[in-house]
């Protein structure tokens, strides 16, 4: 059963443009959202995160959105560039049991094309 | 660099043998997880440490084990290895049990022949 999906496998971008990486779950004990950055030979890279309270957070060229009612974030890459180029992973936090448990999706494979 | 360390960087075995795989969280972070990701998989959680106590199970194996040590830093046994067991395992840390960001290690990459 999987509570955090990535339909995208891969996505493909112009330089400059921007890139829309989506991300859907289905359990709604979640309540704190991340987008983790990984590059090859390297472990994943916090990049942004937003809570369930909001729907909307913005550091500089990322921002995340996210649709509760429809269980959907997005993160959004204004302009993209050429280092963004990598696997990024969503992820969804609950805290069960006085334990934080990270739920990740399975990645999208972002490529920036000059 | 996210300041957490992860040895040894690759490690290749034979099925049947037992490997431990070490982490040493940022400084200051009390919690410890470990993940598993196979090829072309997500990250699985595998388990949580909180200041030396198990906090958390995800979908760990009964031939894995792993422990935190007083220093913090720890260590997950992987025994009675199998093919499918091949995979990046990556430690990570956050500052108590209940933080929300987690950093992550660099990765040891298990091949089993």
């Known amino acids: 059963d999987q509570q955090v999906k990535q339909n995208s496998p891969s996505l493909s971008v112009q330089e400059g443009r921007i890139s829309i990486l989506n991300c859907d779950y289905t359990n709604s004990m979640f309540d704190y959202f991340l987008w983790y950055k990984k590059y090859p030979a390297e472990g994943p890279t916090f990049l942004i995160s937003?809570?369930?309270?909001?729907d909307k957070n913005e550091d500089g060229r990322f921002t995340v959105f996210l649709n509760k009612s429809a269980k959907h974030l997005s993160l959004h890459i204004v302009p993209s560039q050429p280092g963004d180029s990598a696997v990024y992973f969503c992820?969804?936090?609950?805290?069960?049991?006085?334990?934080?448990?990270?739920?990740f999706g399975q990645g999208t494979r972002l490529t920036i094309n000059p | 660099d996210s300041g957490v360390t992860q040895t040894p960087k690759h490690l290749i075995t034979a099925t049947g043998q037992r490997v431990t795989l070490r982490c040493s969280p940022r400084s200051g972070d009390l919690s410890v997880y470990w993940y598993q990701q196979s090829l072309d998989q997500g990250l699985q959680f595998l388990i949580q440490?909180?200041?030396?106590?198990?906090?958390a199970k995800g979908n760990i194996l009964e031939r894995f084990s792993a422990q935190q040590f007083p220093d913090l830093h720890s260590e997950l046994n992987l025994s009675s290895l199998e093919l499918g067991d091949s995979a990046l395992y990556f430690c990570a840390s956050s500052v108590a049990s209940t933080a929300d960001t987690q950093y992550f290690g660099p990765g040891t990459r298990l091949t089993v022949l």
């Open positions: 937003i809570s369930s309270i909001k």
């Open positions: 992820a969804a936090s609950a805290l069960i049991q006085g334990a934080q448990k990270l739920v």
């Open positions: 440490y909180y200041n030396g106590e198990e906090r």
